[in-house]
């Protein structure tokens, strides 16, 4: 489905990753973006894949999970509005490290990874900012997954 | 409460399982005047007795205005609890309370509130969600952020779909997968990174769970523009006197009982990570 340009801006300018731009940055990415309507239980991309494109979700949730073997696809996390998913694209081949599938109807902003590094080279006030953000999405990422480790709720664990 | 060291006969009149290790408890107290001028703040303690065994602090989780009832949310963890636990309705235990300090509900008319619990602590807040119902009107946004380890540890469960027709807003997240889920997996804290906050200045947080989860809460709560004076943690130790003599639950310079076990969070961050306090 085809969405009109500003639609990607409004989208942009109310996600965690790309907010509080200024008006050139946004257009340089919305001119490297598409919308990208995704119905629930579609797979938008595949563990051990090359992908790509880097998502910002507008509406819905993903849910990200790993293949193990015996026990098939393990959610490990959900994302959901104003969450980056897919950040392999950014930084690296684009090789995915978990696949991921639309919980419910899902409308994503995909970013080109190949033209957003293109436009932090060239602009690396730009890239700064980007990097900064993933820095701070992968941060949150690893401190999500440490506190899912501590199993908090196990019982007999903290004592509340 | 006149005499804190006095104890008073309650009887079960209702006992529901919740989740696994979990149920809860419907007291009353066998006294009728004790009964009648029995009033309890939302996130307020009992002392509960068992003959023998001793006394256990457990969080008062029924609705204040509710005269003559008083539920305990209780998870089997140690003696006393688990002999609450092979307690019917009709039996009768001992009750002291209520004690220590309660949630600021007094300072959230016209703002945001937010309630971010993981597994039974949910207990505690549920008396912030019985004055939120009762006085939505107060209130402007009312959001609860629930966690648990797995589907099977959700508190309440069956109560989410009445809280949210009645205007409160309700995230629940599973810390892991479950066979059948299809509903949010990551830890709690992830709720709130993505929770819309048009006004987080004048958002009001409240969290009750584990301490862990309640720091990085208030972290994230912070980064996301909640002041720190905006956010309520309540605090668990070894209560044992109930009114700050005996020393067991001193934390720092507070004593959980009676300075608790409700705190604004600035005033205990300083000394909310220092290990085995």
């Known amino acids: 489905m085809i969405h009109q340009q500003p639609n990607i801006l409004k989208m942009l300018s109310e996600s965690r990753f790309t907010e509080n731009l200024n008006n050139q940055q946004l257009q340089s990415l919305c001119r490297a973006s598409r919308v990208h309507s995704l119905p629930a239980g579609t797979i938008l991309f595949q563990e051990g894949e090359l992908e790509d494109e880097v998502f910002v979700i507008s509406s819905g949730h993903v849910r990200l999970s790993m293949s193990v073997p015996g026990r098939g696809n393990v959610v490990l996390l959900t994302s959901g509005p104003g969450d980056l998913v897919g950040w392999s694209g950014l930084i690296s081949d684009g090789r995915m490290t978990a696949t991921a599938v639309a919980a419910d109807d899902c409308v994503l902003v995909a970013l080109s990874g190949k033209r957003v590094r293109e436009l932090c080279e060239t602009d690396p006030q730009l890239g700064y900012v980007l990097m900064i953000r993933l820095a701070r999405v992968l941060s949150q990422r690893i401190l999500a997954t440490r506190l899912q480790l501590l199993d908090l709720f196990r019982p007999g664990g903290d004592s509340r | ?277």
């Open chain 2, 1 to 277: 409460m006149s005499n804190p060291w006095q104890l008073s006969s309650a009887r079960i009149v209702e006992k529901t399982a919740e989740t696994p290790g979990v149920a809860t408890y419907v007291l009353q107290l066998t006294d009728d005047s004790l009964r009648r001028r029995f009033q309890f703040r939302p996130g307020q303690f009992n002392m509960l007795y068992v003959p023998g065994l001793g006394e256990a602090a457990i969080s008062i989780s029924g609705n204040p205005i509710q005269e003559g009832l008083i539920p305990h949310t209780i998870r089997e963890a140690g003696n006393v609890t688990h002999a609450i636990s092979s307690l019917s309705t009709g039996d009768t235990l001992g009750l002291r309370g209520p004690f220590g300090s309660s949630w600021p509900t007094e300072l959230c008319e016209d703002r945001d509130v937010i309630l971010v619990a993981g597994g039974i602590g949910l207990a505690p807040l549920r008396p912030v969600i019985f004055d939120m119902l009762s006085n939505r009107d107060r209130y402007r946004r009312c959001t609860v952020l629930m966690g648990a380890r797995d589907p099977s540890g959700l508190l309440y469960e069956s109560d989410y779909e009445d809280w949210k027709r009645r205007g409160v807003d309700v995230l629940v997240t599973s810390d892991r997968p479950a066979d059948g889920w299809h509903g949010n997996v990551g830890v709690v804290t992830t709720l709130l990174d993505r929770l819309p906050l048009p006004d987080p200045a004048s958002a009001l947080l409240m969290t009750c769970g584990p301490e862990v989860m309640m720091w990085y809460t208030a972290q994230t709560a912070v980064a996301r523009g909640i002041a720190e004076e905006s956010i309520y943690v309540s605090l668990e130790r070894n209560m044992n006197c109930a009114i700050g003599l005996c020393g067991h639950c001193q934390f720092g310079p507070h004593f959980l009982c009676k300075d608790g076990p409700v705190f604004r969070f600035d005033k205990v961050a300083s000394i909310l990570r220092i290990s085995d306090l």
